[in-house]
Each structure stands twice: as C-alpha cells, then as structure tokens.
C-alpha cells in the first residue's frame, strides 16, 4: 500500500458516501450481540436496505467515524463494517474522489 494512503489519518471515504447496504448486514437480522453492523448506528433507507446514520446527508460523515478528516481516526466498528465499506481500497477510485472531496492530496 502506498503509504500516501494511509486510512488511519483520512477517513474521507466514510465523510464522502451514502453507505447503504442490505438490512441482513445489521446484527438486528441475527440478534443482539451477533456478529454485523450494530442496529443502533444504522436508519432505514427502503424496505430492504439500511445506511449507516449520518451518511444519508447533504455532507455525510459516518456515526461511526471518530477523529478528523484528514488527520489521526478511526472506525469505532471496524470488525463490524458493513460491505460498501470492506470495498473501498486504499487509492481506488473512490477512495481518490472522496480524498479530493476532502482536498486531500489524491
């Protein structure tokens, strides 16, 4: 990995992007303390599909996210993510978009 990308002092992917996904990602689809993303950080988005809160916003920023854009964050969910999140790669194209979003160097 370019050390250029370094997600643990970005985090412009998870201030950039709806992340939506389908609602069995969510611990509720299997119950509480189950392996998914924690029900409590998510909202509805359709029937079938929810998105982790504060993404669904004119300037998203992730509930999950903690610390800056740009500098020292962090994911308080990492193990827990959901798939939109596991798919965006260090310098990919969304990763680049998100990062001149941000004005980050990309």
């Known amino acids: 990995m370019d050390p250029a990308f370094d997600c ?4 412009a992917c998870c201030a950039s992007f709806r992340v939506s996904f389908y609602w069995a990602e969510a611990e509720s689809a299997h119950g509480p303390g ?8 998510t909202e509805p988005l359709s029937p079938h599909l929810l998105c982790m809160q504060g993404t669904n916003a004119r300037q998203p920023r992730c509930i999950a996210l ?5 500098g020292p ?10 798939s939109p ?5 260090p310098g990919d194209a969304q990763c ?7 004005s980050l160097p990309h």
Do not use: S
């Open 85 to 89: 999140c596991r798919e965006v790669m």
């Open 34 to 41: 189950t392996f998914g993303v924690p029900a409590a950080l």
């Open 66 to 70: 903690q610390g800056p854009v740009g």
């Open 73 to 82: 964050i962090g994911c308080t969910i990492y193990e827990h993510r959901p």
């Open 8 to 11: 643990q002092q970005c985090g």
């Open 96 to 102: 680049l978009k998100a990062r001149a979003r941000h």
